[in-house]
């Protein structure tokens, strides 16, 4: 039904109940929907305490990139952005709203892709933060300056109105959960969002 509604790719939220207080999704879930669908793109968040021990097991159950938060591990974001390179994946990177944009800036041109929350990891259903607009315009500026042109993607009480700030601010992945399924028609908004 996603596909069919004009979604680009599938946000998988993995959770381990330290890192943040839920849990999710392990890896023997996401195996089984890329063996039932195996064309999707799979936008793998691991909101995890160790991110590299676990980024093989995601990119064999079939992930398309792996993003893992800067926070859990501080000392050693270039040993992960290389475990899930040589894991065959594409690498993100992403900060809590209390992070400074400024924690991102030296990995700029070694990922594929910011993630900037803009509301606290580990449960759906938030209201957006939005000091997140120039926590991205930020990101984006400092990209701009470099020279680089990582993805930027935002999560977190995300709808139309809070898509359209966050494109204009340089976001180009938008991950919509809650407002995305409550929708009566989703095929109109995943259009409305993609206009942006």
């Known amino acids: 039904r996603l596909l069919e509604a004009g979604v680009d790719l599938m946000h998988f939220d993995v959770m381990d109940g330290h890192f943040v207080p839920n849990i999710s999704y392990g890896a023997p879930v996401l195996k089984c929907l890329h063996a039932a669908m195996p064309d999707v793109y799979y936008d793998v968040h691991l909101m995890i305490s160790d991110p590299a021990r676990y980024a093989a097991d995601f990119a064999r159950a079939g ?3 792996i993003t893992f938060h800067l926070e859990a591990v501080p000392d050693t974001a270039e040993e992960v952005i290389a475990a ?4 065959g994946c594409q690498v993100g990177i992403s900060i809590r709203p209390g992070t400074p944009v400024e924690a991102v800036f030296p990995y700029l041109g070694v990922v594929d892709l910011i993630l900037v929350m803009s509301v606290e990891p580990g449960f ?15 990101i984006k500026a400092e990209c701009n300056r470099r020279g680089v042109s990582p993805r930027i993607e935002v999560d977190g009480g995300i709808n139309t109105e809070t898509a359209s700030l966050c ?3 340089g976001a180009s992945v938008l991950v919509m959960g809650s407002a995305f399924f409550k929708a009566q028609d989703r095929t109109a908004l995943a259009k409305q969002v993609r206009a942006l």
């Open 63 to 65: 992930a398309n990139l």
């Open 84 to 87: 899930i390179r040589a894991a």
């Open 167 to 169: 494109a204009q601010a």
């Open 124 to 138: 759906g259903g938030q209201k957006f933060i939005p000091t997140t607009v120039s926590r991205v315009a930020a």
